[in-house]
């Protein structure tokens, strides 16, 4: 039991360490290809990764927008990929908390024995 809770958990926790990870250097990446301060950089990254895309700050440099096509593709895929693992991961937990209140199973951690 701990075993799965601990795989259910890393398959969390690696997308989204690997999706911060990919904004904050997008982030340090634009600030030297750019020359944006950090803030503009981080602030241009989490608007590419979550698609809001305002236009306010845009690539001017060939390197930036070559950059910025590589980056919006992977750090949306992770994104999509994350939020994905989330909702799986709600679901599974309300159809086992179901079972339990159903008594198909006799017990989850976190929610009390039920007697058949």
Do not use: C, Q
């Not at 305002?54 to 060939?62: A, M, Q």
């Amino acid at each position: 039991m701990v075993g799965r809770l601990t795989k259910a958990r890393s398959a969390l926790v690696i997308p989204i360490i690997l999706f911060f990870a990919m904004v904050f250097l997008g982030a340090y990446s634009y600030t030297f290809i750019e020359g944006w301060s950090y803030l503009d950089a981080l602030y241009f990254s989490v608007s590419t990764a979550t698609t809001l895309g305002y236009g306010d700050l845009v690539p001017i440099t060939s390197v930036g927008k070559i950059f910025t096509i590589f980056f919006a593709f992977l750090v949306i895929s992770l994104a999509l990929y994350f939020f994905t693992l989330i909702g799986r991961y709600f679901i599974f937990e309300s159809k086992k908390r179901e079972l339990v209140a159903n008594g198909r199973i006799k017990h989850h951690r976190g929610i009390r024995r039920v007697k058949v």
